[in-house]
């Protein structure tokens, strides 16, 4: 079968299908490229289930903070496996395409999570707010009704805002051969394939990132302004230590997300190009969700010491 298909509709060939030529110039590195990719894959599931495992075991991380990180490891292991399966199998096979329809699913799964995502890490940064800032009032202010309102509001936002706007850039026609100088469906890439005038999409695009992206982002500054603000005000270094040392992994957090989201979808059309879309795209999808599990528990000492008195319980005892 070819790489794409097409149907007659007015002047134009429609596309029903897409090709990934991401990786084509790289042909005899494919499967040195599969072993790393399944090796990130399988690691990223592992350590966000591990995550997910201890803190559903462990009383005493059945806080806010570690509600919300559960959340957070759950939406990693989906939104990584919304893309590395497909690369998977398309290093592995020669014919590289996509159906128009499997393409809005991917794209609708990927955008939903990532804004998720962003919201979710702005629940977080109010949830380490009121815990440094409001010591006091934190159980009355973060009680469980309202973490699972902030975490609904994070998934609500996600799901209703990215399926708008997916379901907007699917209504243009796909012309030509329909080849994505990428390894999956994302926004930017699949708006240049299109034959039709993509200036209105290209600006929605960009309010949706600066409202729905940025608003979260400036949600994480808000707090951590005050956030640093109420530190600086602790008498003791211990103290300013143990109160920063909570917030770190965060902090670590936002910034590898949000350092290559806003440097891929607030750049103009012009200043995008392949090399750069997918070099972005690979930190974002791939690393950062590898990434996450590993400063969550190195950083993280009530981590570290749950999973060790877990797996000494789970020790076999040696016998004289």
């Known amino acids: 079968m070819s790489g794409s298909e097409h149907t007659k509709s007015g002047n134009h060939s429609l596309c029903t299908k897409f090709t990934f030529v991401a990786f084509s110039s790289l042909a005899e590195f494919q499967p040195v490229l599969f072993i790393v990719f399944l090796i990130i894959y399988l690691f990223t599931l592992g350590g966000n289930l591990i995550i997910i495992c201890l803190i559903w075991v462990t009383p005493y991380l059945h806080t806010p903070m570690y509600f919300f990180l559960v959340n957070l490891s759950f939406l990693e292991m989906c939104y990584i496996t919304s893309v590395v399966p497909q690369v998977l199998v398309h290093l592995l096979t020669e014919t590289k395409t996509m159906s128009v329809g499997g393409c809005a699913a991917q794209m609708y799964v990927f955008t939903i999570l ?5 919201c979710l890490l702005a629940a977080m940064a109010y949830d380490r707010f009121v815990a440094i800032c409001y010591p006091l009032h934190y159980t009355l202010l973060m009680g469980p009704r309202v973490c699972l309102k902030l975490a609904a ?19 243009l026609p796909f012309c ?11 926004i930017m890439p699949i708006v240049k394939l299109a034959c039709a005038d993509t200036s209105h999409n290209e600006i929605v695009i960009f309010v949706v990132s600066v409202l729905f992206i940025m608003s979260p982002f400036f ?17 003791s270094a211990a103290g300013r230590r143990k109160a920063f040392s909570t917030c770190s992994s965060h902090i670590l957090v936002v910034s590898l997300l949000y350092g290559t989201v806003l440097f891929s979808y607030l750049q103009p059309k012009t200043a995008h190009t ?16 590898s990434l996450n599990p590993v400063i969550y528990t190195l950083r993280n000492k009530e981590v570290k010491e749950a999973f060790q ?12």
Do not use: M, N
């Open 176 to 186: 030509g051969a329909g080849k994505i100088q990428h390894f999956f469906c994302d």
């Open 309 to 320: 008195r877990v797996t000494q319980r789970h020790r076999p005892r040696q016998t004289a």
């Open 274 to 289: 392949p090399e750069k879309d997918k070099a972005t795209a690979l930190i974002y999808t791939v690393v950062t969700p």
């Open 153 to 171: 509001a994070s998934w609500t936002t996600g799901v209703v805002v990215e399926s708008a706007q997916t379901t907007w850039i699917f209504t």
């Open 114 to 118: 990532g804004l998720t995502e962003c």
């Open 219 to 235: 949600l994480i500054l808000w707090s951590y302004v005050h956030i640093l603000v109420a530190i600086l005000r602790i008498p």
